[in-house]
């Protein structure tokens, strides 16, 4: 057997495999976010028209991971909401909310999710036109279609779509004399922070 006969059995194991590695970056057991959000509400009036409201504000967020698996993660969040938005024909009618909802969110793979959920919000309504001022309390069902990425090991952005929508009812708002009931669409963008869990995995390809 010849010098380079030797070598080229040495180094053939080598040559025939090759090592590829990555990172899989994904959210910890639990994570906290904060969001800005636009979004549009329809309140209806007792005279049966409806009141549209453009509305902007921020949440506060946490989930926790309830469940792990392949296709992708189920975990329970809480979301706490503070809006503040314009009617868009009067202008100086405005409209005040805090919302806070719990519920599931469930993972389709690590980024995208849909998540639904129940709460309860408080609206302050002020309209000068009418000589106006109420607060009104309603219970709320709420879905979104949201995605989430990673910046780095332990931050996350995240984009999120929600509808929600739910009865105002007059026996628990004495203001008001008949049923009215509040809808709303809007969309929101988050900063998210999550303990770090970094996966490194490696592959070998045979060439």
Do not use: C
């Not at 926790?64 to 969040?77: C, V, Y």
């Not at 100086?92 to 995208?112: I, R």
């Not at 999710?113 to 036109?129: F, H």
């Amino acid at each position: 057997m010849t010098k380079w006969s030797l070598i080229f059995l040495l180094l053939l194991p080598t040559l025939g495999f090759a090592e590829s590695s990555s990172r899989e970056v994904q959210k910890g057991f639990f994570s906290m976010g904060l969001s800005y959000g636009q979004s549009g509400s329809h309140l209806l009036n007792t005279d049966g028209t409806f009141s549209d409201y453009k509305n902007s504000g921020y949440g506060l967020d946490i989930d926790i991971l309830i469940w792990n698996a392949e296709l992708g993660d189920i975990r329970i969040f809480g979301v706490h909401t503070s809006e503040s938005g314009k009617n868009t024909k009067l202008t100086t009618d405005t409209l005040n909310s805090t919302e806070n909802v719990a519920g599931l969110k469930v993972f389709a793979g690590s980024n995208l999710y849909l998540s639904g959920g129940l709460g309860r919000g408080q609206t302050k309504l002020k309209s000068p036109t009418l000589g106006v001022e109420m607060n009104l309390s309603y219970q709320m069902v709420r879905a979104a279609l949201g995605v989430e990425f990673a910046l780095t090991d332990s931050i996350f952005m995240g984009i999120e779509a929600a509808y929600k929508s739910g009865p105002i009812r007059k026996d628990q708002n004495e203001s008001l004399v008949e049923n009215s009931f509040i809808e709303g669409f809007g969309g929101s963008i988050r900063l998210i922070w999550s303990p770090p869990s970094v996966t490194n995995i490696t592959v070998s390809n045979k060439r």
